[in-house]
């Protein structure tokens, strides 16, 4: 990583090619066998099954700007050449609220036009989260992604700034990736938005199922995966009916490396859908060590035998 995301430095991914292209594992490691099934039904579908048709060969997508100083914002958003939309991430652990504030300033200053939104991760409690996004309403947020964890808090965050009449949506990513029922949070009320992202929710044609039964407006954002997980993302960006905000798969700028020699990076604020190839030099060259290959593979045949055995 070229910078500290979701706490790591590193990413590992384990690559399948199958008989229709490749496919991308790779849960992260605190993931237990149950959770981690449903991002191998996804690699299963891309290599094995295919995607569907799409509705559109162009996909918008935001520049992402990790917990990072202020100071840092430019250098990150250089990397993402021009975009429309930004998501910076907050709540980041051992942060204050100022470090916030003054990363979503840097962001604005230097985009006055972009759309911006904030992703907390579930990182604020409810009266945190009001608080919060009352005070950055003032830099005009789009949306601020899991301001809390739970579907309840969500609820409550939705209401109080609502009757506030702060206007702040709220997206809902934790509460449906990681839910047993990614529909409760939609029953509930909680949020004005799905974030929906395909290998935790089992494939495209899963992810399109939710967002029907939703009935929601949904934005794909990707697992910090390679460009062939990207490629994923972009399969269901282009099959949704309808795509009202830009995407958050423009994630491959955040790695010093990729494992294709044309990897799916944002041009001009947008990504066209393509296939990609993992590159047999590049797969040389960024091999796991022989104890983190054996690691991977032994995860595979378990989280493969747990997937077999489900319903």
């Excluded at 849960?27 to 295919?50: C, H, M, N, V």
């Excluded at 996004?133 to 609820?155: C, F, N």
């Excluded at 529909?183 to 974030?195: E, M, P, Q, S, T």
Aim: glycine fraction near 8%; proline fraction near 7%; aromatic fraction near 6%.
């Amino acid at each position: 990583m070229r910078v500290k995301f979701r706490g790591i430095t590193l990413r590992e991914t384990l690559l399948l090619q199958g008989p229709v292209g490749w496919a991308e594992f790779c849960p992260f490691p605190e993931y237990d066998d149950a959770e981690a099934s449903r991002w191998l039904a996804a690699a299963i579908e891309a290599g094995w099954q295919g995607f569907p048709a799409p509705v559109r060969r162009v996909i918008p997508v935001n520049a992402t700007v990790p917990a990072v100083s202020a100071d840092r914002v430019p250098e990150v958003l250089a990397r993402f050449g021009r975009v429309d939309a930004v998501k910076i991430k907050v709540a980041e652990r051992g942060q204050a609220f100022d470090d916030d504030a003054a990363r979503v300033a840097a962001v604005r200053a230097a985009l006055p036009d972009a759309a911006i939104r904030v992703d907390a991760n579930g990182g604020w409690d409810v009266p945190a989260a009001v608080e919060a996004l009352t005070r950055l309403a003032d830099v005009g947020l789009e949306y601020a992604e899991q301001p809390v964890p739970s579907i309840e808090g969500l609820a409550e965050v939705r209401r109080r700034l609502r009757d506030a009449g702060t206007p702040v949506l709220i997206a809902a990513d934790e509460s449906v990736r990681k839910e047993s029922d990614p529909l409760r949070v939609a029953r509930a009320g909680a949020a004005d938005l799905l974030v929906v992202k395909v290998a935790p929710l089992g494939g495209v044609r899963r992810a399109l199922d939710i967002v029907a039964q939703a009935g929601l407006p949904a934005v794909v954002s990707s697992a910090l995966d390679t460009s062939v997980g990207i490629r994923a993302g972009l399969a269901l960006a282009a099959s949704l009916p309808e795509l009202p905000y830009a995407c958050g798969l423009g994630t491959v700028s955040l790695f010093t490396s990729d494992i294709t020699l044309d990897p799916l990076v944002a041009d001009d604020g947008a990504i066209r859908v393509r296939d990609v190839a993992a590159d047999s030099g590049l797969l040389s060259r960024y091999a796991a060590p022989a104890d983190r290959r054996d690691w991977w593979l032994d995860r595979l045949r378990r989280v493969h035998a747990t997937l077999a055995a489900t319903p």
